[in-house]
């Protein structure tokens, strides 16, 4: 009778992070008979930015930039299905509009995790060690307080983090935040719903920030404020409340032509760019602009005057408080001129910065990263030199504008599991644009 070890599992792969980019990798991977694979995350179960699922909002992307669509448009975890599945469809062909509501896409999203075997909630990646051939990863298995309850261990040939983003403050305002309990709340945009009836008691309001998520919380204090009393004022340290560009040709840059060309450029070029072209990702959807302006008419008509004012050029250079209110020394940074700026709460819309891999720190040399120590995957989204781990979506400043958009996510998941199976499951368009971007001569 044979006493013999047995061997451990060692999966094809481990996906740390359940975002859109993560399950959206999943949801592809699934059918696949050739790819084993678990994807594992710390929360107790999808949530897409539920502080942002502000009534009436909709996605800045059509419906066709859902997780899996753009690599195999028959996949039954498509957007199409989920209205089908849930009798939407034909309601949402007669709105006749490419824009799902956010809580839409949040609740398509949490369908589809709801039908994958292969998540794991509760999940938390904390360490990843070479072992032999393999990865071996160390998870915390966590309670539903979030406290550990025990340790896991997972075996794998390929490792791909989906990490996502994490609400970034500006320093003036980040020590307040951390305060708010003991005084005039300070928040990022991220907990906005939680706190938004807090917010419309206080005496006034002042959102930071220029992009569509400033927008969208501005117009709703605004307008819920109305009979109130509650001052809402909008300061933005941008030239202008900008519009996202969305022409036809300006799309063309979230491709794989624009990505090669981004990927030649010196580091500190692609920097720059990445400051440079804002208003592709970060600006205000055109509709909604004029939405608030038309909410500003409507609120001055017959000469009253709006509780509101917008300032634009204009940083925040300083915070504290003072009492229960919140005092903000700005700047207008084409005069030079400064004011001081009075307001009972704040509500920050200053976007979010990638997190760190802390947990790949074990494998030293083996993840490649740039002069500045950020980690530089190659243009195939892999971090080390034998192609076994992979990032999605925190790459942009090595692959441009492609890595925050919704619509690249699937096809960059595509590269993956080429990378993974050895053949492309899903056919990878390596051109779609009609325009050249390099120097390289004719498309």
Known sequence: MSTGTVKPHVHDLVGIGIGPFGLGLAALADPLDDVDAVFLDQAAGFSW??????????????????????????????????????????????????????????????????????????????????????????????????????VEHLRTRHLALALGTAPHLPGPLAALAEQSADGAPVLHSAGYLDRREELLARDS?????????????????????????????WVTRSPRFFPMEYTKLTLEMTSPEYTDLHRSLPGEVRDRLSREQRQLHKGISAPLIDEIHELLYRLSAGGAEVPSTLRAGT???????????????????????????????????????????QLLDALGERVLRDEHGRPAPRRDYTLDADGRLHVLGTEEHTHGVTAPDLGFGAWRASVVLAAITGREPYPIERRIAFQSFGPEGER
């Open 49 to 150: 930015h539920p502080g942002l699922l502000i009534e009436g909002t909709t996605l800045q992307v059509p419906f066709l930039a859902d997780l899996v669509t753009m690599a195999d448009p028959t996949s039954r975890y498509s957007f199409l299905n989920f209205l089908k599945a849930t009798g939407r469809l034909y309601p949402f062909y007669i709105r006749e509009s490419f824009y799902p509501l956010r809580a839409e896409y949040d609740a398509y999203c949490r369908w589809v995790a709801e039908q994958l075997d292969s998540l794991r909630w509760r999940r938390r990646a904390i360490e990843v060690v070479e072992e032999g051939e393999h990865l071996l990863v160390t998870i915390e298995v966590l309670g539903e307080d979030g406290r550990a309850r025990g």
């Open 205 to 233: 309001v002042t959102v930071v920030g220029s992009g569509q998520s400033a927008a969208e919380v501005y117009r709703d204090l605004l307008e819920a404020s109305e009979g109130r009393g509650t001052r809402v004022d």
């Open 315 to 357: 940083a925040v250079t300083a915070a504290r408080r003072e009492g229960e209110q919140i005092v903000l020394d700005l700047e207008h940074e084409l005069t030079g001129t400064g004011r001081t700026h009075r307001t009972g709460a704040v509500v920050a819309a200053t976007g979010y910065a990638p997190r760190e891999p």
